[in-house]
């Protein structure tokens, strides 16, 4: 069984910073991928970044220059970095972990961006 846990969501002031962490965990041994995404009320889910075992990363164009993706493969964690963050980032964050066979998804954690 495999388990994927992200942490670090809240409350944050326009211009202000978060960062998310999600861990996996488990029967899960080769990780290709990681990735963060995110869902906001009466929206579909969309990727927002996403980094490979050997480091190649893609970015939304909505997140560019202003979210950081970073992952440590022996701690099978993956991190989002969010500065400059504005109302319209305002949505729930789900964890992606990519193995050969299948995806898995965490629960999401809350960014709720707002004076």
């Known amino acids: 069984q495999v388990q994927v846990v992200e942490s670090g969501g809240g409350l944050v002031q326009p211009g202000g910073s978060l960062r998310l962490s999600c861990a996996a965990s488990g029967s899960i041994f080769s990780i290709p991928a990681m990735a963060w995404y995110r869902q906001a009320p009466g929206k579909q889910r969309d990727l927002v970044a996403r980094?490979?075992?050997?480091?190649?990363?893609n970015y939304a164009d909505f997140v560019k220059g202003r979210f950081t993706i970073s992952r440590d493969n022996a701690k099978k964690t993956v991190y989002l970095q969010m500065n400059s963050l504005k109302p319209e980032d305002t949505a729930v964050y789900y964890c992606?972990?990519?193995?050969?066979?299948?995806?898995?998804w965490g629960q999401g954690t809350q960014v709720t961006v707002s004076s």
């Open positions: 980094i490979t075992s050997g480091g190649r990363i």
């Open positions: 992606n972990v990519e193995d050969s066979i299948r995806t898995y």
